[in-house]
C-alpha cells in the first residue's frame, strides 16, 4: 500500500545505470526521457543499482529500469530484494517474474513442456534430445547480454557445468521481433530485418497469430504489473520460437517508434504503477 496520502504525489525511486554500455543501444537516452515522464505525476529520484537497497526506505515503489545484466552486482541486487522485501515496498517489475529475472531456466522448463521455444537443455545426459545443427550455443543460465555465449560444432557441456549452462541449438532464422507488454496489455511490436543487425529495428504489424504466441509467454509469466518484452524469431518455415522472456529490465526502443506510440506507453506506464501502488 502507497505510504502517499490524499493529494500527495508518490514518491518513485527509479533505478537505472546511465553509464552502462550495451551493444546497439543508448540506454541512458531512454530512461532520461523515461524518468522525466514519469515526474510528470511522481516524485522521481534516480540511483544507480548498487545504491538501490540503502535509498529504499521512504519510497512508496521503485521501478527498475535499463539498470544492466544483475550478474554485474549479483550481491547488491540480492540484498536490495531481501530490503525490498523487509520494508514491503512495492517493485515494478515485481520480483516474483519467472522469466529472466529468475535466470534463464525457464527456457529449459518451456523445452521439455513443448513450448515453441528454441529447444534448450542444461544437462549432459539430455544433449542426445537436441535437434541436429550445424552449431549450438552454449551460455551461462545467469548470464546476460551474450556475457559467457560460445558456439561448437557438437553440443556439448564441460564436466561439473550440469545446471549452470545451457545448450541450444543454433537456429537458422529469417528476422528476430520482440513483442512489448504493459502488464497484460499488448503495446507495440519491433524487428530487425537485417540479421547481422539485432539493434536496428522497424515497426512491425503483428498478426493475431503472432499475438496469440506472445501473449502464450506473458500468461505463462503470471505478473500481474510491469513491462516485459517476449523476444522471437521466425524460422524459414515461418514458425516462431522464443528466444528470450526480458521481465526485469527490458529495453523498450521507444526511440523506434512513433511519437503516437511513444505517448500511449508512457501514459500506460503510469497508470500501472498507479494500479501498483494502490
Not at 525457464?106 to 523445452?111: A, E, F, H, I, N
Not at 545446471?163 to 537456429?171: A, Y
Not at 526511440?255 to 498507479?274: C, I, L, P, Y
Request: glycine share 6%; aromatic share 10%.
Amino acid at each position: 500500500m502507497s505510504t502517499a496520502s490524499a493529494g500527495t504525489r508518490a514518491r518513485i525511486l527509479y533505478v537505472t545505470d546511465y553509464t552502462y554500455e550495451a551493444r546497439g543501444r543508448r540506454y541512458c537516452d531512454e530512461d532520461i526521457y523515461l524518468s522525466g515522464r514519469m515526474g510528470e505525476e511522481f516524485d522521481v529520484v534516480v540511483c544507480h543499482p548498487r545504491d538501490a537497497a540503502a535509498m529504499l526506505d521512504g519510497f512508496d515503489a521503485v521501478v527498475i529500469r535499463n539498470s544492466g545484466p544483475v550478474m554485474h552486482y549479483q550481491e547488491t541486487y540480492d540484498a536490495f530484494r531481501a530490503r525490498a522485501r523487509e520494508l514491503k515496498v512495492p517493485v515494478y517489475n515485481p520480483l516474483d517474474g519467472r522469466g529472466d529475472m529468475a535466470g534463464k531456466q525457464y527456457l529449459v522448463d518451456m523445452s521439455r513442456a513443448g513450448l515453441p521455444v528454441i529447444p534448450t537443455v542444461d544437462r549432459a545426459a539430455d544433449l542426445r534430445l537436441l535437434p541436429e545443427a550445424a552449431e549450438y550455443a552454449v551460455k551461462p543460465k545467469a548470464g546476460a547480454d551474450s556475457v559467457g555465449l560460445f558456439f561448437t560444432p557438437v553440443p556439448v557441456l564441460p564436466e561439473g557445468s550440469d545446471g549452470t549452462l545451457l545448450v541450444q541449438p543454433r537456429i537458422d532464422f529469417r528476422y528476430e521481433v520482440s513483442f512489448y507488454f504493459i502488464d497484460h496489455d499488448f503495446q507495440y511490436a519491433l524487428y530487425a530485418p537485417d540479421t547481422e543487425r539485432r539493434w536496428v529495428l522497424e515497426p512491425y504489424a503483428p498478426s493475431p497469430a503472432d499475438l496469440e504466441f506472445a501473449r502464450t509467454f506473458v500468461r505463462w509469466n503470471s505478473l500481474t504489473h510491469g513491462v516485459q518484452r517476449v523476444d522471437a524469431c521466425r524460422t524459414p518455415e515461418g514458425e516462431l520460437l522464443l528466444v528470450e522472456l526480458e521481465d526485469l529490465n527490458p529495453y523498450l526502443s521507444l526511440d523506434r517508434v512513433t511519437e503516437e506510440v511513444r505517448e500511449a506507453f508512457v501514459a500506460g506506464m503510469k497508470a500501472s504503477v498507479r494500479r501498483l501502488l494502490a
